[in-house]
């Protein structure tokens, strides 16, 4: 026996959901299903991290990730030529 479902609204931008459609083409789903089913996985995993106590690693990660786009974007940090790291001016060299 089929679940009855409930719709939903959510608000994507217009080229996220062109992305998605084309992906949804690709593999011959709607976008109702694709979305459906990346949304269950995505849960999915973060049910696994939670279990594994990564959860709250992975949404440091995030804050990271986004304090470095932050960064890239307001000139902070770059690359120079040789490719080492560049923040406000300083070089982050690696070994």
């Not at 084309?22 to 979305?35: V, W």
């Amino acid at each position: 026996m089929k679940k009855a479902m409930k719709q939903y609204t959510v608000q994507l931008s217009p080229e996220f959901v062109e992305k998605i459609d084309k992906m949804a083409d690709k593999l011959g789903l709607s976008r109702s299903q694709l979305m459906r089913n990346l949304m269950e996985s995505a849960y999915e995993d973060a049910v696994i991290l939670e279990k594994f106590g990564l959860f709250s690693a992975f949404r440091l990660g995030q804050k990271v990730v986004k304090k470095i786009k932050e960064g890239i974007a307001s000139g902070k940090i770059g690359l120079n030529s040789e490719g080492d790291l560049v923040v406000e001016g300083k070089v982050l060299k690696g070994k």
